[in-house]
């Protein structure tokens, strides 16, 4: 998936540049150069995914300091990060490498093209799970350690291995392995929960069905041709736009609880509602098209998904911005 894996699970959904249904032979026993196996293993960690899931960390740790946080915690917090998530995101890997080798969008993964081999995969995953566990619980705080082995577990056994092929609400469910950064990055300042840390982890929560299912009504072939039962697989286009607009109606309002609560001031309110503002017109505007019976090109769904990155983007940014200006 840009679901979502947290820091050390994943909600958020990047599309990968790969020719669509271009599948290599698998080269066991072939030659491998080390700087393309160097590649791969990279690869299995899906970077730019973990990108967009630093958004999520390092601005609610300025929140939760009320001001600029240890950069040193900060770095060492980014860096615990990526091991898990890329430990998840390997396991993942390695889990589904049976539909992504039928997937066009998922055909040149390495573990589909035998760049790198199923055991090798298993192998990398497991350790990146088990580093960055006690990188964490070593140099952050046990609390954060607890909550990025939490968010791998829920990414790989409750999203990959359970819900994921069974039910048209795995998104849903398996999503809150990618709401945990907000949780990690909170904890990570102060060893503590607090109500902005579980307003956030909301406001991720509902972001992400209609953050994924924009782009599953654009590879709903994949979907159908491996059997998973992503919500526009099982459900006609209305319907899902349908469940996109509540759930978004619900983001919006629970990202203006942070304001009333006191842990937010004018800034991040404007940023909140005019940017929720253009999210749910957006959003009406592909329920309308679904309405209307457009499909394909006119459908225009990606537009809500390109936009639900540069929402969360802005809206974590005036997070970090906020403190500063009240």
């Known amino acids: 998936m840009l679901a979502g894996l947290s820091l050390s699970g994943v909600c958020v959904t990047a599309v990968e540049s790969r020719p669509a249904g271009v599948a290599l032979t698998p080269s066991s026993g072939g030659h491998r150069p080390f700087g393309a196996r ?6 299995l960690t899906k970077p730019r995914i973990i990108e967009l899931l630093l958004i999520t960390t390092v ?10 946080p240890n950069l040193l915690l900060v770095l060492t917090t980014c ?23 039928l997937m066009d969008r ?12 199923p055991r090798e995969g298993l192998v990398f995953g497991l350790t990146l799970a088990v580093v960055s566990t006690l990188w964490f619980g070593f140099l952050v705080n046990w609390l954060s350690a607890a909550l990025s082995l939490g968010a791998l577990l829920l990414y790989v056994v409750v999203y990959t ?6 039910t048209s609400q795995n998104i849903v469910w398996g999503g809150i392995a990618g709401c945990m950064p907000v949780l990690i990055g909170w904890s990570a300042v102060t060893n503590s929960m607090s109500w902005a840390a579980v307003i956030l982890f909301l406001v991720m929560f509902f972001w992400t069905p209609p953050h994924y299912w924009p782009l599953s009504m654009r590879v709903k072939a994949d979907y159908e041709r ?43 309110t404007a940023v909140a509602l005019l940017a929720g503002g253009f999210w749910l017109w957006e959003a009406h505007g ?10 394909g090109a006119k459908l225009k769904e990606m537009r809500l998904f390109h936009w639900s990155i540069t929402y969360v983007s802005l809206l974590f940014v005036a997070v970090a911005v906020d403190p500063f200006l009240r």
């Open 79 to 101: 860096i615990g990060g990526y091991l898990s998530a890329g430990g998840a995101n390997a396991l993942n890997m390695y889990i589904d490498r049976d539909i992504d080798a």
């Open 226 to 268: 491996v059997g998973v039962p992503m919500l526009p697989v099982v459900a006609s286009n209305r319907v899902v736009a349908r469940q996109i607009v509540l759930y978004s109606w619900v983001m919006v309002g629970v990202s203006l609880l942070l304001t009333p609560l006191g842990y937010t001031g004018w800034f991040y």
């Open 38 to 43: 160097v590649k791969a293993f990279v690869m």
């Open 161 to 166: 291995m359970i819900l994921k092929r069974r």
């Open 106 to 117: 998922t055909s040149q993964r390495p573990l589909v093209t035998g760049m790198v081999s």
């Open 286 to 295: 592909l329920q309308s098209r679904a309405r209307a019976g457009e499909s």
């Open 59 to 68: 601005p609610v740790m300025f929140l939760a300091q009320q001001g600029v």
